[in-house]
């Protein structure tokens, strides 16, 4: 009778020679990251590499998603899933395979972007995982169920191939395996009981003022020190309404306003990204509470006789379950 181990030995067997095609594979696709939503290069490469290792191959699930599917037998459909896009960040490393790509982003802005996440790792970890469970199918029985999202960093992805009926379309899975590549030796796995990353939530801050030439500050309703003002106010959610011990973050990403420097804008946008481990700190620095209150009530006392319009966007398509 075969042991776990003796099954594991069965489909790894192949794995050193199978490691230079996962190399040039993971170089590839560093050199063409593509934004979220739009990874229609590396949908394609996840797809071919599937159809290869004999999978049923779904694609543009949720725009561009794709599903592999390797049925073996009777026993649990077990879903793999890999995340594909990149951010709008510039690569600075001097490695040979550094992206130097740049494309539009969904406000037709052109920006750099670069896998400075570690996605074109799980790319090439997923194939690398299907690629060898297909050449060692007499080592377990079941279903295997490989999910290429698109859109993990705009929390998008993963709602759109669910809206496209992606568990209509293919079995339901009995368990969901899922991986992140971290700072550590090369070479080792970790894992853990509870949680090992944290819930995000994405918001975007319009503050809308009124305009007027740099000279003539009084004119205006300066939404540029309103900006100011919500960022530093933001800091002290985690530092005065979590306690110590529970970790949680408020990050501010971006704060643009304007276009030159002697003239006061009509808005200022502010977008900030906030991690919670449990629903604890979740409900005590809740967007629809506390940075409500911070908003429209603390910092209006704060900034005295500045009256402002506030418009939250939350980008997060559904609050995070712990």
């Not at 594991?8 to 190399?23: A, F, K």
């Not at 290429?148 to 809206?163: L, S, Y």
């Not at 809740?286 to 209150?293: L, V």
Request: proline fraction near 5%.
């Amino acid at each position: 009778m075969n042991t776990d181990s003796d099954r594991t030995g069965q489909v790894l067997q192949n794995l050193d020679r199978l490691l230079p095609d996962i190399e040039a594979l993971y170089k590839d696709v560093h050199l063409h990251p593509e934004l979220s939503m739009q990874e229609t290069r590396t949908s394609e490469l996840a797809a071919a590499q599937l159809k290869a290792a004999g999978y049923e191959v779904t694609t543009r699930v949720g725009r561009t998603g794709v599903v592999g599917l390797l049925r073996n037998g009777k026993g649990p459909t077990v879903m793999l899933r890999a995340d594909m896009d990149a951010l709008p960040i510039e690569e600075a490393t001097g490695l040979p395979y550094a992206s130097k790509v740049k494309a539009k982003d969904r406000q037709g802005v052109m920006v750099p972007v670069g896998h400075m996440c570690g996605h074109d790792m799980h790319v090439a970890w997923l194939v690398a995982a299907t690629t060898l469970l297909a050449q060692a199918r007499n080592a377990w029985q079941g279903t295997v169920m490989a999910v290429f999202q698109p859109g993990e960093e705009t929390a998008e992805g993963a709602q759109a191939m669910i809206d496209d009926r992606l568990f209509e379309r293919c079995p339901k899975p009995d368990v969901v395996l899922g991986q992140h590549v971290m700072v550590g030796p090369a070479g080792t796995v970790a894992g853990r009981t509870g949680a090992i990353t944290s819930a995000a939530d994405s918001l975007q801050i319009r503050l809308f003022g009124r305009g007027a030439h740099g000279s003539m500050p009084q004119a205006s309703i300066d939404p540029v020190v309103m900006a100011a003002a919500t960022v530093m106010r933001l800091q002290t959610i985690v530092s005065r309404e979590v306690a110590a011990a529970e970790p949680a973050v408020v990050s501010v990403g971006a704060l643009q306003a304007g276009t030159k420097e002697n003239v006061i804008p009509d808005e200022a946008n502010i977008k900030l990204n906030v991690r919670t481990f449990d629903a604890g700190a979740k409900r005590r620095m809740d967007y629809r509470g506390e940075f409500w209150t911070v908003i429209d009530g603390k910092l209006i006392q704060s900034i005295g006789r500045f009256g402002f319009c506030v418009d939250i966007r939350i980008r997060s398509p559904n609050k995070p379950k712990y």
